[in-house]
């Protein structure tokens, strides 16, 4: 005799049995109970149904959806995404009141029947047939349970939900096969606790836990009478019966699970009726889903870390492995962002740049020799209201960050590197005027070459005819002077200088390669915060450049197994010589102290940098170090319009903006913050004598260090007069004539100037 369940009802054999013995009924009823009755008519169309043997044998339970948390360095939340909020709890978790709650509404006879109720289906069959359409269902809890696992297998494919989910006799086949396995391998207990955890209750809550946060504002285990009868009330249709829309109709619906749980012996009339006198007592909670809720600024920290996890194999080989793995969550993801620095970072932007100026600032800090991004943020917050954003300023494009901004003067030092590297002098002098056409030809890639058009020469200058040499690398470093790196490029070439960059992890946001003309070495080339900041840190790192990382580790919680899942490492390779980089950093830590990146010093903390600012003002820049320490920092228009010409930025207004006037205190403030508490640490700092032959005294003066009367910091260095005034008497720099040429926008036209002349200091 087969054996019978002790749990109740029959045992696979006799329900597959009774299933196979009954054809017509299996027929009528599976359709019928579904379906309006004139379905029943089609059973023999094509591919209604596939043999009961046919169907796969074992139904797997998927994983469920869960949130995802993302933590700082410290194990701080930072924010909280799902794709479906769900929290999966243990059934002693859950209230008795709403156990027996979603069991009076959805399959009162639970406990009796095994995976199919026979005598629920002959009443569904009949009522359907007296109503001419679906008045009444018979679907078991198992059954609905099956079918939660086909819409969660499905995720969001939106094909894959309505195969999920359609009225066919073929997925009610394979529906009640499944119900059968499962009854027999999880008990009642079981497919209870697993219903209450994948049913969808509405207002993006699935599962039982995350409704009674939604809708009462605390845990499905505290839930009372009235509320447990509420939720299980939802289930049915979770927009018709939304509380929080609808009070009035999810009274009702409210109203008639409490009668159906007195009508089946779980509450006695007396409470039914008390209970249903009882207002719904809500207390919703709102959904809190996505970055948009990060805390200190770091929404687009946390888009970046979503975007590394769909992008990097290590955590799937293929994109949709990658969607899948994150949309079912469930992942504790520890990043490498320092609360520390990320506040210094937010606290700095919100001192210096609002978000409702006309332009915007990005800023990224990254640890030397680790890849480490330890802090990024922006002046326009992320969200969809005014003067809000999704795309990430920081980033290049394919990480969810614009096209990218000319880098200006900040790529200069990379083409000292090369050179440097090449084994040139950081002594070499060349002639530098202050206005020349672009030398030509100049040796490029592969054996190409690039030439200046004679018939109509391109031509750069330099920020003012002071600015005429000759200069060596100190000091034509320290001032910004375009013609010498100009003259330095074309002197070793184009090719050694896109090779560094490469070395250095620098490229261009929008995926393009790095057009191969000599203009490069006034970073026309369209950049991002973070590849900049991961550039420098190459120099602070004594030449080893490391990939940028955001993620420390992830672990993914199954049920109560908790498991480690590998994650992206930092590679580190060495780009240039220690001492190519300590002579850069010496080079830089002149621009610092003496030369246009004065505003961004940091008192007695050694730090090193470059100012940059685009062509026509578009952009301007601080990039800078100490060795502990990398940051970038952009301010411009991310639509390329507004010329920062007569522009008020932070309440406070400027003529003309320059990367040591507004970049560079936002970089100031943000590292001091940042560098709080840690070591002053020193560089590796080479001897490099003194330029000789200037062709213009270097006028530099002692007076007013962070102000403009040091001898024209701010578009008049150089100048003999300003340096002299501002170190006598603290006076203010002559500001430039206006017809001052910042660079013949006509270098660039059919790529045969290598993309105009870029920036400037």
């Known amino acids: 005799m087969p054996k019978k369940r002790s749990g109740g009802g029959l045992s696979p054999l006799q329900q597959a049995a009774k299933f196979l013995g009954v054809s017509v009924l299996a027929g009528a009823v599976m359709a019928g109970i579904a379906l309006p009755a004139a379905g029943a008519l089609g059973l023999a169309a094509k591919g209604s149904v596939k043999s009961f043997d046919e169907i796969p044998a074992n139904l797997k339970s998927p994983q469920l959806s869960q949130r995802t948390t993302i933590l700082d360095a410290k194990g701080q939340q930072i924010a909280s995404v799902y794709s479906r909020d769900r929290t999966v709890v243990d059934l002693k978790d859950i209230s008795p009141y709403m156990q027996k709650a979603i069991v009076a509404i959805e399959d009162s006879r639970f406990y009796q029947h095994g995976a199919i109720d026979l005598k629920g289906v002959l009443r569904a069959l009949n009522k359907n047939a007296q109503e001419g359409g679906v008045a009444q269902g018979a679907s078991t809890l198992t059954q609905q349970l099956v079918k939660n696992y086909f819409i969660e297998e499905a995720g969001d494919d939106p094909t894959k939900v309505a195969e999920a989910t359609q009225q066919t006799m073929g ?95 779980d509450i006695s009339p007396q409470e039914a009726a008390q209970a249903k006198r009882q207002p719904l007592g809500l207390n919703p909670s709102q959904p809190k889903n996505g970055c948009i809720t990060a805390v200190q600024g770091a929404g687009f920290f946390c888009d970046y870390v979503r975007e590394v996890f769909l992008t990097d194999p290590v955590f799937g080989k293929t994109k ?30 919100k001192n210096h740049v609002y978000k409702s100026d006309p332009v915007a600032t990005a800023a990224t800090i990254v640890e030397p020799g680790t890849g480490k991004i330890l802090a990024m943020g922006q002046s326009r917050p992320y969200g969809f209201g005014k003067d809000e954003t999704q795309i990430n300023l920081s980033v290049n494009q394919g990480m969810g960050g614009g096209a990218g901004y000319q880098p200006g003067s900040t790529f200069k030092p990379i083409v000292a590197a090369a050179a440097i590297e090449g084994g040139k002098p950081p002594t070499q002098e060349y002639s530098s005027p202050y206005e020349m056409p672009y030398p030509s030809p100049v040796a490029a890639c592969d054996g190409k070459t690039w030439r200046n058009d004679p018939a109509k020469p391109a031509t750069l200058t330099n920020e003012n005819e002071s600015e005429h040499g000759p200069y060596g690398m100190k000091e034509a470093t320290a001032k910004s002077v375009n013609t010498y790196y100009v003259q330095l490029i074309s002197d070793i070439g184009i090719c050694p200088v896109i090779d560094m960059a490469k070395k250095m992890g620098v490229a261009r946001a929008d995926g393009r390669q790095i057009d191969q003309a000599p203009s490069i070495a006034l970073g026309t080339q369209e950049m991002s915060p973070l590849t900049m900041a991961s550039a420098y840190a190459t120099f602070a790192s004594r030449g080893m450049y490391c990939t940028p990382v955001a993620i420390e580790s992830v672990t993914q919680t199954t049920g109560s197994q908790v498991k480690s899942l590998p994650v992206p490492r930092s590679t580190c390779s060495r780009a240039m010589a220690e001492k190519t980089a300590d002579t850069v950093s010496t080079l830089l ?173």
């Open 171 to 265: 997925r009610k086949v394979r529906e009640l096969k499944y119900a059968i396995q499962i009854e027999e391998q999880l008990g009642k207990k079981k497919i209870l606790e697993n219903y209450l955890n994948i049913t969808f209750f509405g207002e993006q809550a699935y599962g039982v836990e995350a409704a009674s946060e939604r809708y009462f504002s605390k845990h499905a285990k505290d839930l009372n009478l009235q509320e447990s009868a509420l939720l299980a009330g939802i289930v049915q249709s979770p927009s018709r019966y939304d509380p929080v829309n609808d009070e009035a109709e999810a009274t009702k619906r409210r109203n008639t699970v409490l009668q159906r749980m007195a009508e089946v012996g």
């Open 320 to 349: 949709e492995a990658r969607a899948k793995l994150w949309n079912q969550g469930g992942l504790t993801i520890r990043t490498t962002l320092d609360p520390q620095s990320q506040q210094s970072v937010q606290n700095s932007i």
């Open 589 to 761: 830590k002149g621009v610092v102290e003496d030369g246009t990146g004065q505003e961004a010093g940091l008192g007695d903390r050694p730090s090193a940098g470059k100012t940059g600012t685009t062509d026509e003002r578009y952009a301007a820049w601080f990039v800078g170090y100490t060795p502990n320490m990398a940051g970038a920092v952009w301010v411009g228009d991310p639509q390329h319009r507004r010329h920062m010409v007569n522009i008020t930025i932070g309440g406070i207004p400027h003529d003309k903006v320059y990367g040591g006037e507004v970049p560079g205190p936002i970089w100031r403030d943000m590292m001091t913050g940042a560098l709080e508490g840690k070591p002053a640490e020193d560089f590796n700092l080479v001897d490099i004598p003194d330029d000789k032959g200037s062709g213009d005294d270097q006028g530099r003066g002692n007076g007013g260090r962070h102000g403009a009367a040091n001898g024209g910091t701010n578009g008049g260095n150089g100048q003999l007069i300003g340096g002299l005034l501002g170190g006598l008497t603290g006076g203010t720099v002559p500001t430039p004539p206006a017809n001052i040429i910042q660079g013949q926008t006509n270098g660039g036209l059919n790529g045969r100037a290598g993309g105009g002349t870029g920036g400037r200091r």
